[in-house]
């Protein structure tokens, strides 16, 4: 049945300019009685009467609707205030609550569909503040929720040798934890103080491939590694006890799915077969399960090989290592320690027992081991949450989720003012359907259900950026192959977000029409005013943007200063136009010919069209990679309680190295042709090294004893950048020659008239030409290495400087919302005054003042809510306090400005006004 033309036939004519959108309303609301009839069980004719009898076809009926659209009538407010308590009348259902959800489902989306403006700005915001929320929560997810590739994750544990303070290189940071060595581990293991103990040594290995030799991340691990896990293979077998045969070694190897199917085209026939690694033949025996390639997070090995394997697989690359084990076998030194540790636990065992018990065997091995265990023992925490790629971003999220929680808080304020304005709209329609009946519960469900609804469409356009957008976080050092791809609890997670969004924004103007004098206010064609507390309410909303708003603006200044510092930092050489290729270690070469392979390579390399300098180094900086010795503070041997020892930065390079780097000399001289292998080692030292062991003397001709030997110091460099830009304390260095202090594997560093990649194919026929097996990995600007270095502090300055754009706008549209509205609503009043002789300039100041003290209200709030939250940031600041002035002013100036225009447009608008055509209306 049509029902609008039944109440277009039935009611007398309203008389009023919003005649259509009433019947439409009463024609909806007797279709909705009609379809509640038919679902409690009534046949067509008895639900039609009941919905018709609903509909009182009176004058005495058009006149009550007329007044609840323009007049106050008592008479009509206490019926419709009696009728709010009395329920409408119906049976129980089994299906009532199905067909209530579908009526309210329609009709909100109905609803939302005649106000598209409406709907498109609502869900554009919940967009920008849900789908941040949820980008990071796929972070939070990968790194910190997801549990291991493993069996019964719960039960597996990182085991760490744990140094006491004094026995580290940095004392002031107190106890850390290590890795293990060989003899270590395997003492741990036959302990028993777990149900099993596994070990394994991170690497690289070179896989010979048809277009030549492929450089991939491997692992050698102890046989009983895959069995501690847990972990089946997709096919074949794994490595076992029996594989693992020191003295013995099995040459056979477990490869990742990963490059199964990439490497080797997924072939089902591969097992059994021989490949080639490091230039010896192994037997694949078997493919690790899809998504498994390291039980650490952030490991990414496609290759496992047996620990017993170690001298061919990943022997010392050190020379003063090399000559002081007397060979390539690292599994006999006790103080060697080059392996991390995986444990599982006993039925029923906690971490906390298992560390307890750990240290018991810690401290037994430390008094039959003083020399290799004094001031170490062993312990153990749940898997990841050790040093690694968890710990590390765990902050930096903590800080981006704080974040994205404000501008989500801001989105909702900012829709609930929204919300609160659209509802002074449909109080006649509120009005009309109490007066038909409809109880406050059932209205509440209604509007509920719209809100959630708009909540639900901005999580599906929020998804849009979650999928778009996880490639920007890897600036948090999250590696490649931790998947930030979108799940299903992070979908659940942003639908979860957006029903939660759209009651917070939802319940405030629900809380305003329902209430029983919510008719009180209706008093003209435009709908009325909502009345004094829904303003202030909206005033409220107005000032918790602004608050918030200044809150991550503050944090954004403080991270963008933090980044101009890193760059401003002097680092001692020249990033531009040089070439970094690494040339990873060939045990075919012994220390002779591999001296002789570097010196041939770098004087071929030089003399390429377009290098003006090269050089090789085994250490490089802006990597985050360094390595650190002990020097004697007092120029006596290093005495075993280290008591004058000092924690100092080394790193091996040839003659050319400093000149490529652009380091230029302070004192002495370089490294020349005369410093060769059998004569007396010498060293180049940074300054502040010089002025620590011989304060207010030349250092040049002194001797420096470190862990192996006497240095005689030749030449003193300035003070250069190691580990990054951003570190805090960078601590001394020296530089050894790589002729007297074999590598056995570098980085060459070739300074270029151009564009450093345009080099990369003469480089590696250089090297192809010496000799074809030599793989050259990752060719890069060291430019790019020094973007990568300050990844995360540009990462954080542009993520908090675009939440706090979106956080600022969002206050801005609030702001001027709420001041637009409030022009609207005094367009009598400014009419008026303007009548009465009051001049342009006092209106903009009358409308902007009320805006400018919301504005200071928050600004106000939020200096305080700053100031309490910066010491949160303390940790990711860089050459700034968190208390810059520069950042605090400039962000006040800043959200005043912005607060001001925003009061101004319609400020401005109202000093246009013409007093004739107001006083015309009145």
């Not at 038909?436 to 209604?446: D, P, V, Y």
């Not at 957006?498 to 709908?527: C, H, W």
């Not at 050894?736 to 990649?757: K, M």
């Not at 303390?874 to 100036?893: H, I, K, M, N, Y």
Request: proline share 5%; hydrophobic share 45%.
């Amino acid at each position: 049945m049509d029902f609008r033309q039944y109440v277009c036939e039935q009611l007398p004519s309203l008389l009023t300019p919003r005649e259509p959108e009433i019947l439409e309303e009463l024609a909806q609301h007797l279709e909705d009685l009609y379809r509640e009839g038919r679902s409690i069980g009534l046949d067509h004719d008895a639900a039609l009467v009941r919905a018709t009898r609903a509909l009182t076809a009176s004058a005495q009926t058009a006149t009550d609707i007329r007044s609840s659209s323009r007049a106050p009538a008592e008479r009509l407010l206490d019926r419709v205030h009696a009728a709010l308590d009395e329920p409408v009348a119906s049976q129980p259902s089994t299906f009532a609550f199905i067909a209530d959800l579908r009526r309210d489902l329609r009709h909100g989306l109905r609803s939302l569909l005649h106000a598209p403006g409406f709907t498109a700005v609502v869900v554009i915001t919940l967009a920008l503040g849900i789908g941040a929320t949820s980008v990071i929560f796929s972070a939070i997810d990968a790194v910190l929720l997801r549990d291991a590739p493993v069996a019964d994750p719960d039960r597996v544990v990182s085991v760490y040798i744990q140094y006491a303070a004094r026995a580290t290189t940095n004392p002031a940071a107190g106890p850390q934890f290590g890795g293990a060595s060989y003899l270590d581990y395997s003492d741990l293991r036959a302990s028993s103080a777990l149900a099993d103990l596994a070990a394994l040594g991170n690497t690289e290995v070179s896989l010979d491939a048809a277009d030549g030799v492929e450089r991939i991340e491997a692992q050698i691990v102890s046989g009983n590694y895959f069995d501690m896990l847990g972990v089946r293979p997709a096919i074949g077998r794994t490595l076992t006890p029996a594989d693992d045969v020191r003295g013995s070694p099995v040459r056979v190897v477990v490869i990742s799915y990963r490059l199964w199917q990439e490497r080797f085209g997924a072939d089902a026939d591969l097992v059994g077969r021989s490949i080639t690694v490091n230039g010896n033949s192994y037997d694949l025996i078997g493919v690790a399960p899809r998504g498994f390639r390291g039980a650490l997070l952030g490991d990414a090995s496609d290759a496992w090989l047996p620990m017993a394997l170690q001298e061919e697989i990943r022997p010392p690359s050190a020379g003063p290592l090399r000559r002081r084990l007397g060979g390539l076998s690292m599994l006999g030194a006790r103080d060697v320690r080059w392996l991390s540790m995986i444990g599982r636990l006993r039925e029923g065992q906690s971490v906390t027992e298992a560390s307890a018990a750990l240290d018991v065997v810690g401290q037994r091995l430390a008094a039959a081991y003083p020399d290799a265990n004094r001031d170490k023992t062993a312990t153990a925490v749940a898997l990841g949450t050790g040093p690694g790629v968890r710990t590390r971003t765990r902050p930096v999220l903590v800080l981006l989720a704080t974040a994205v929680a404000l501008v989500l808080m801001i989105a909702c304020a900012n829709v609930a003012g929204l919300m609160l304005t659209r509802a002074s709209g449909r109080q006649r329609e509120v009005a009309v359907r109490m007066a038909l009946g409809a109880s406050r519960g059932q209205l509440l469900r209604q509007w509920l259900t719209e809100a959630v609804m708009l909540g639900l469409a901005g999580s599906a356009a929020g998804l849009l950026l979650a999928v778009w957008t996880p490639s920007i976080l890897r600036g948090l050092g999250i590696p490649e192959s931790v998947d930030l791809s979108v799940n299903v609890n992070v979908l659940a997670f942003t639908l979860a977000v957006g029903v939660t969004s759209g009651l917070v924004f939802g319940i405030a103007p629900v809380l305003q029409f329902v209430r029983k004098d919510a008719l009180s206010g209706l008093r003209d064609e435009g709908g009325g005013v909502v009345g004094s507390s829904a303003a202030r309410l909206r005033s409220a909303f107005v000032v918790v943007q602004v608050a918030l708003s200044l809150v991550l603006m503050v944090g954004a200044g403080l991270f963008v200063r933090t980044l101009m510092q890193a760059y401003a930092v002097d680092l001692g050489y020249s990033v531009d136009r040089m070439l970094i290729v690494d040339l990873p270690p060939n045990e075919g070469y012994t220390q002779e010919s591999g001296l002789a392979l570097y010196e041939e390579l770098l004087t071929r390399v030089s003399a390429l069209p377009g290098v003006t300098a090269a050089g090789a180094a085994r250490v490089t900086v802006l990597t985050g990679n360094n390595r650190t010795v002990g020097v004697s503070t007092d120029g006596q041997p290093l005495r075993d309680d280290r008591s004058n020892v000092m924690p100092v930065r080394v790193n091996v390079v040839s003659r050319g190295y400093l000149d490529a780097m652009g380091i230029r000399l302070l004192a002495g001289r370089q490294f020349d042709e005369t410093d060769v292998p059998s004569s007396p080692r010498v060293v180049i030292i940074g300054r502040a090294l010089g002025e620590q062991l011989w304060p207010g003397a030349d250092p040049v001709g002194r001797v420096m004893l470190w862990e192996d030997g006497p240095l005689r110091v030749i030449g003193v460099v300035p003070d250069t950048v190691y580990l990054r830009s951003t570190e805090r304390e960078p601590r001394p260095f020296f530089y050894l020659l790589l002729s007297q202090n074999y590598e056995n594997g570098v980085s060459l560093h070739i300074r270029t008239a151009g564009d450093p990649l345009s080099l990369i194919n003469a480089v590696r026929q250089v090297t192809r030409s010496l000799d074809p097996k030599l793989a050259l990995t990752r060719p890069r600007r060291l430019a790019d290495d020094f973007q990568s270095s300050v990844e995360t502090e540009r990462l954080l300055a542009r993520l908090s400087t675009l939440l706090s754009g979106v956080a600022l706008l969002l206050a801005a549209v609030g702001l001027y919302g709420v001041m637009a509205y409030t022009v609207r609503q005094r367009t009598r009043e400014v009419g008026l005054r303007l009548a009465l002789g009051a001049t342009p300039g006092l209106i903009m100041q009358l409308i902007v003042g009320r805006g400018a003290r919301l504005v200071a209200i928050g600004v106000g709030l939020g200096l305080l809510g700053a100031a309490a939250s910066v010491r949160l940031v303390r940790a990711q600041l860089f050459g700034v306090e968190p208390s810059d002035p520069v950042t605090w002013l400039g962000v006040c100036a800043l959200l005043l400005v912005v607060g001001l225009i925003a009061c101004g447009i319609p400020a401005r608008r109202a000093m246009k006004l013409a007093p004739a055509s107001v006083l015309r209306e009145l």
